[in-house]
C-alpha cells in the first residue's frame, strides 16, 4: 500500500484517514493524481476485456469440455456469467459505473419490460415511486397495511448496480408464491447510493432507515427485509440499529439472506488454508484480495468503525451470543430468517460462525464443506426451527457446491419457464421447477409461501 501513496498508511485502526486522505490528497500529491488515472485506466480496461474473456471462456469449454467451476463448469452461460462477475469485482469502486452506466430506475422501468416483458406483464405498480429512497417492483393496489411488503436492498458490495439477473430472479420468486398469497405481496426496492460516488456507509443504513420508517408511518405493519451480499449485510446491520436506538421499535417481521456479506474486515488467521476465503477461491466469484484491502474498507465505512457490531458485524470482536439474543429476529420463535449460502463461496465460514451465534445454528467447525459431490449429508446441508423459546425460526440451506449469491445471479433462466406458463395460461407453482437447477428459488418461494 505505502508504495502506492506516501499519503496513505494501510493500517486498520486509520481507515477513516486513509478515507479523508485519499480525496484531499489528489489536488496534493502527485503520486496520488497517478495512482487514480491509473486506476480509471485500469477499470476501463477490465471492462474492455470482457468480450475478450468471453471468448477465452467460450474456446476453453468447447476444446476442454468445461471449466473449474464444479457446479457450473458444463453450462456455457454459466461459466461465462462466472468470468464476467469475477472480472466486474475487481473494478476499482470510484470507476463501478462503467460497468452499468444506468440508474435503477432506468433498469426497472425499462430495462426490465424491454427484456421481460412477460414477466412483467400486469405487475401493478412496477416502477412507481415511494419515497425518494425506494420504488416499486410490485405494489399490490388491493392490499391492506397488514398484508406483507419486502423491502428488497441489492447485492453488490456496496459500488455495484443492480444488474437484470437479481431482479428476474426475484421476480420468478414472486410468481412462484400461492395465489393468495401472491394477491396481497407487495416488494419495494431500496435504490441506496453507491460507495464510489461518494457515499461510505452508512448512507445506506440512513436510507434504509428512513424508508423503513415511512412505511410505519404509513401504517404497514407486516414488513420483512431481503437482502443479497450487501444487501444481507445491510438487512442485518439494521436490525443492530434499531437495537443501538435503545427505545422501543418495531423489528422487520422477516429477514430473508442470500448469502450475506457479513465479515467485513477479514483477519489474517481466517485468510488461511482450511478457512472458506482461501480454499473456495477458484471456484467462488469472490476473492479474497478484494476484502483484505485496506484502501477499499475504508472507501466503503469512511469514517464509522467497521469493527463494531452495527457496521462491522462478525469483525465485532469478542463475538457472543448476547450481542444478538435481545434482538427478535434472532431470538423470538414468531420472527422468522430464511439464510442461504453456497458451499464454494468465500464467505462460508463467515455465515457459519455468524449463523452460531446469531441463531445457534450447529454447523460452524462440526462439519467439514467442500466436498459433497463425494459425501452428502442433508442434515448439515439443510436445517428447519420452529416454535422453541429463546430461538427464532429459521430456515437454513447450504447449497450443494453452490457459489456466492448463486440464486440471485445463476437462477434467472427460471424466468423462462414462468414466462412460457404465462403466455401459455398455466398456473406457474414451485412444486413445478427443477430444485437442484433452481436451488434457492424454489426454498425461498417455499418459504415465502410458508410465513407470509
Known amino acids: 500500500m505505502s508504495a502506492m501513496s506516501p499519503c496513505i498508511k494501510s493500517t486498520a485502526c486509520a481507515c477513516s484517514q486513509i478515507y479523508k486522505c485519499r480525496f484531499s490528497c489528489r489536488l496534493s500529491c502527485r503520486p496520488c493524481c ?29 476444446i476442454f469440455g468445461g471449466l473449474n467451476y464444479r457446479k457450473y463448469e458444463s453450462s456455457l452461460l454459466n461459466c461465462i456469467k462466472m468470468r464476467v462477475l469475477k472480472a466486474s469485482l475487481a473494478i476499482d469502486m470510484e470507476y463501478s459505473y462503467l460497468l452499468a452506466p444506468y440508474s435503477n430506475g432506468f433498469l426497472i422501468r425499462w430495462m426490465l419490460p ?19 429512497n425506494s420504488l416499486w417492483l410490485v405494489k399490490q393496489s388491493q392490499s391492506t397495511k397488514t398484508d406483507p411488503v419486502i423491502i428488497y436492498a441489492h447485492g453488490g458490495g456496496y459500488f455495484i448496480q443492480t444488474i437484470i439477473t437479481q431482479l428476474k430472479s426475484i421476480l420468478a420468486v414472486f410468481h412462484l408464491l400461492e395465489p393468495e398469497i401472491k394477491s396481497k405481496t407487495s416488494i419495494l426496492f431500496l435504490d441506496y447510493k453507491l460507495v464510489g460516488g461518494g457515499h461510505p ?16 408511518d404509513d401504517g404497514y405493519s407486516n414488513i420483512s427485509l431481503m437482502g443479497d451480499s450487501a444487501g444481507g449485510h445491510l438487512s442485518v446491520s439494521y436490525t443492530q ?20 456479506w457479513l465479515n467485513v474486515a477479514p483477519q489474517p488467521n481466517e485468510l488461511v488454508k482450511g478457512r472458506s476465503w482461501i480454499d473456495n477461491k477458484d471456484y467462488d466469484l469472490i476473492h479474497y484480495s478484494r476484502y483484505a484491502h485496506i484502501e477499499n474498507l475504508a472507501t466503503i465505512f469512511g469514517d464509522v468503525d467497521p ?5 462491522g458485524i462478525m469483525a465485532k470482536v469478542p463475538k457472543q451470543r448476547s450481542d444478538w439474543d435481545d434482538i427478535p429476529n434472532y431470538s423470538n420463535k414468531d420472527y422468522h430468517t430464511f439464510l442461504i449460502f453456497g458451499e464454494h463461496e468465500s464467505f462460508r465460514d463467515d455465515i457459519l460462525e455468524w449463523a452460531k451465534y446469531a441463531f445457534d445454528l450447529p454447523w460452524y467447525e462440526a462439519v467439514t464443506y467442500g466436498n459433497s459431490h463425494k459425501l452428502f449429508s442433508r442434515q448439515h446441508y439443510e436445517f428447519k ?66 410465513t407470509l
Open 34 to 62: 497517478l495512482m487514480f488515472q491509473n486506476k480509471f485506466l485500469h477499470s476501463l480496461f477490465i471492462v474492455l476485456s470482457i468480450p475478450w474473456d468471453i471468448l477465452v471462456v467460450t474456446l476453453r469449454y468447447y
Open 114 to 132: 424491454m427484456f421481460c416483458s412477460t414477466l412483467v406483464k400486469d405487475l401493478p405498480g412496477l416502477g412507481y415511486q415511494y419515497d425518494e
Open 201 to 216: 456507509f452508512p448512507t445506506q443504513l440512513e436510507q434504509l432507515h428512513a424508508t423503513y420508517c415511512r412505511l410505519l
Open 241 to 260: 440499529y434499531l437495537k443501538s436506538l435503545n427505545r422501543p421499535v418495531e423489528y422487520p417481521k422477516n429477514l430473508i439472506l442470500i448469502s450475506p
Open 307 to 311: 469493527f463494531s457490531l452495527v457496521h
Open 385 to 450: 426451527r420452529r416454535n422453541k423459546d429463546g430461538n427464532a425460526s429459521l430456515t437454513a440451506y447450504v447449497e450443494p457446491l453452490g457459489v456466492h449469491d448463486s440464486m440471485l445471479f445463476f437462477e434467472d433462466g427460471v424466468a423462462d419457464q414462468i414466462a412460457d406458463n404465462i403466455r401459455s395460461g398455466r398456473p406457474n407453482s414451485a412444486d413445478d421447477v427443477d430444485p437442484v437447477r433452481y436451488f434457492g428459488v424454489v426454498r425461498l418461494a417455499n418459504f415465502l409461501n410458508e
